[in-house]
């Protein structure tokens, strides 16, 4: 749901960024097989190389913490290339609280943030996200769409 939320906001390259690099399947599934994003092209650890070319109007590029810390040359390929329109924040409180990856957010030219969490009690406590502008999506609401 959240790659169609960006879609339908007008996003033309998407990142989403995670703590846990299993978290990757699920967007590779939607994103690959999804008829809602033909001519998309899906980026990660497996497909990028430091002197990748991007040349695709619409990308997903999936990375994890991991991937910042290992694959400098490879990341810093990836943002001279190509201007992100959406940040997808995958679990993001496992990386709210953090400095680091306030500091990784802040350094990547964006728009838009959708923050995705299960358990977001402490964001909410805290006061990070204004009640507009949260969106609960529950179990019931899968049958929905």
Not at 6 to 26: D, H, Q, R, V, Y
Not at 71 to 97: G, H, P, R, W
Request: net charge negative.
């Amino acid at each position: 749901m959240s790659l169609e939320l960006a879609k339908n906001i007008k996003s033309s390259n998407i990142l989403i960024f995670t703590p846990f690099p299993a978290a990757e399947g699920s967007f590779k599934s939607v994103s690959e097989n999804s008829t809602n994003f033909i001519g998309w092209k899906y980026y990660d650890k497996s497909n990028v190389k430091k002197d990748t070319k991007y040349n695709n109007d619409k990308n997903i590029v999936f990375l994890s913490f991991q991937n910042w810390d290992d694959d400098k040359e490879k990341i810093s390929n990836i943002l001279a290339q190509i201007s992100f329109d959406t940040i997808i924040v995958d679990e993001t409180q496992q990386m709210s609280d953090s400095i680091r990856s306030s500091d990784i957010f802040s350094s990547i030219k964006h728009i838009y943030e959708i923050h995705l969490s299960g358990t977001p009690y402490n964001d909410k406590l805290s006061g990070r996200f204004k009640p507009e502008e949260i969106v609960t999506f529950d179990f019931i609401d899968m049958f929905k769409y």
